[in-house]
């Protein structure tokens, strides 16, 4: 009876797939299967999981955790929940809807240069085991630098800086911008476009990179979270495939998805979804922050960079996430070999204490034994499973144990970063756990 009042509540697509809630017409479903067969999670009331997700996010957002959010949870390719939450901004005025857009921030590591250095490993182009100055010439020579691997830099065990705040070159102690990096309008040397009527220098990516180079690193290899190496990245993409890094990701995997928002600059795509707005910006841009990347190293690449400037659906990421948990296949596509996606998201360096896979970010070591207030993320995701987090409040994850993959989406960086109550009140973990404990029921 649980089973058919929620197919009741639910729409069900030609191939299959169950959205809950509300149905957007653009929102293309995960192409899994043409035959509708309710998944696990779908064979009881999931009633009982809206209102506990309800208060969560309630709650989130009365303590101005975010203004608004979504969720999205997919089992076995289909998805099972996905539900939009409060408004872009705390004024009430537009209501998050489940095809806008977000800034994926840090996700975009994973779901932008991740499976392209994927595919150019299987491919032969690069090696995890080499050092990486190998392909990235600048390091030859560097001592400091010349012998690290990429396994090392993907794993964050390569001892490299954390964060270089590039901003600091662009403004004077006034906080005036320094013309002779940003101006306001578009010149033959300023073509990067930062935000709509600034733009960068074309060679400050130069400057930026040789930053990067001459950086500090330290000798003790232990986990160190740095997203350095993403930056030039793109930059390493293209030298390598011979095409300019948006369009490898296009045509080797948002095309072969149907990822159609998947991508940077959406102010330059004709996108009917409305884009979420991120912080309100009184460093340089001096505005609200909206269908412009909010971190601002991307920002002075032009908005196409391999750390952050990513944006999308919460359809089109779990896409993505998909086709890691089907181990590189999407539908009856092969797109990375199956070998190589479990190499990624494996563990790579236990005995240093550092959790993390390629890339990805996994489990702590120890979190199954944790108390939930202690674990990350969820207590009850398998010790296979990975995902990533972004500054701008976002995060994915997927448990091929479980067959689950999990988007949620908020701009928890309006107005301002130092809103931080999505990490105190630890509301992506506890979302996360109450479709495990609707598993429990179930067993």
Known sequence: MKGKLFVLLCYILPMGTIFSQEIIP?????????????????????????????????????????????????????????????????DSIQAVALNDLYDLASVTKISGPLPALMKLVAEGKLDLDVPFSTYWKPWQGIKNKET?????????????????????????????????????????RFEKEAYDGLYVKNRFKRKMYRMINRSPVSSEKKYVYSGLAFLIFPELIAQLSGMSYEDYLVKHFYQPIGAKTLGFLPMSKDFSN?????????????????????????????????????????????????????????DDKRLLPEAIVKEFTQVQYPANENRRALGFDKPLLDNTSLPFSEAYPAPEVSP???????????????????QLVYVFLSNRVYPSRDHRKLYELNIRPAIQQVFYDVRHKLN
């Open 26 to 90: 653009d929102n293309i479903a995960l192409p899994r299967s043409t035959t509708f067969n309710l998944s696990l999670l779908s064979e009881v009331d999931l009633l009982s999981v809206n209102p506990k997700v309800d208060s969560i996010i309630t709650n989130g957002i009365k303590n101005e955790a975010f203004p608004g959010a979504q969720v999205l949870v997919a089992e076995k390719g289909k998805i099972i929940f996905h539900k939009a939450y409060g408004f872009h901004t705390y």
């Open 148 to 188: 690290i691997t990429l396994r090392e830099i993907l794993a964050h065990q390569a001892g490299l800086e954390p964060y270089i705040v590039f901003l600091n070159k662009v403004i004077k102690k006034n906080n005036k911008l320094k013309t002779r990096f940003v101006k306001n309008v578009r010149k033959k």
């Open 274 to 330: 409305k884009i979420v707005p991120t912080e309100v910006d009184t460093l340089y841009r001096h505005t609200l922050t909206k269908g412009w990347v909010h971190d601002e190293n991307a920002s002075l690449l032009g908005g196409v960079s391999g750390n952050a400037g990513l944006f999308g659906t919460a359809n089109d990421l779990a896409k993505m996430m998909q086709l890691y948990l089907d181990l590189g296949k999407y």
């Open 384 to 402: 296979e499973s990975f995902g990533h987090s972004g500054f701008t409040g976002t995060f994915v994850w997927a448990d091929p144990k479980n």
